[in-house]
């Protein structure tokens, strides 16, 4: 995906005037435009916190992963309650999953952010 092109190419340690201007462009090129399109789509197929039917899917893991990227990278500017409910919705839903709580809560999931945030620089 291109937003995975970009992150390889342009996070990791860079002059604060150089990142600010990469991080601009990835939440201006890439990820407004992705927000968009999902919200959308998820409140065209009524907000029920899944893309398909009424069972978590890959695309609702998907995004789950994404919301916690693009919140990295701008707080809630893009991503909250209030401006996407039906996104929203989905990373809620995800985060009930009881196997998804205990991930959450274990060592290795705490090791594993913090090592992809250090690896982004941001």
């Known amino acids: ?8 190419t ?12 990469i991080k601009e462009r990835i939440i201006n090129t890439i990820f ?11 409140a065209d197929a009524g907000s029920n916190g899944h893309y398909v039917g009424n069972k978590a899917t890959l695309a609702d893991f998907r995004t789950h992963n994404l919301i916690s990227l693009v919140q990295g990278f701008s707080g809630e500017d893009l ?7 039906a996104l929203w919705k989905v990373k809620t839903t995800i985060d009930e ?11 290795d999931f705490k090791t594993f952010a913090q090592r992809n945030f250090a690896i982004l620089d941001y």
């Not at 407004?32 to 959308?40: A, G, I, L, Q, S």
């Open 97 to 107: 999953i009881p196997g998804v709580i205990a991930w959450k809560e274990s060592e």
């Open 32 to 42: 407004t435009p992705w927000v968009k399109n999902h919200e959308k789509h998820l």
């Open 10 to 21: 342009y996070c990791g340690p860079k002059p604060p005037a150089v990142k600010a201007e």
């Open 79 to 85: 991503i909250s309650a209030s401006k996407t409910p």
């Open 1 to 8: 995906a291109a937003w995975m092109v970009y992150l390889h």
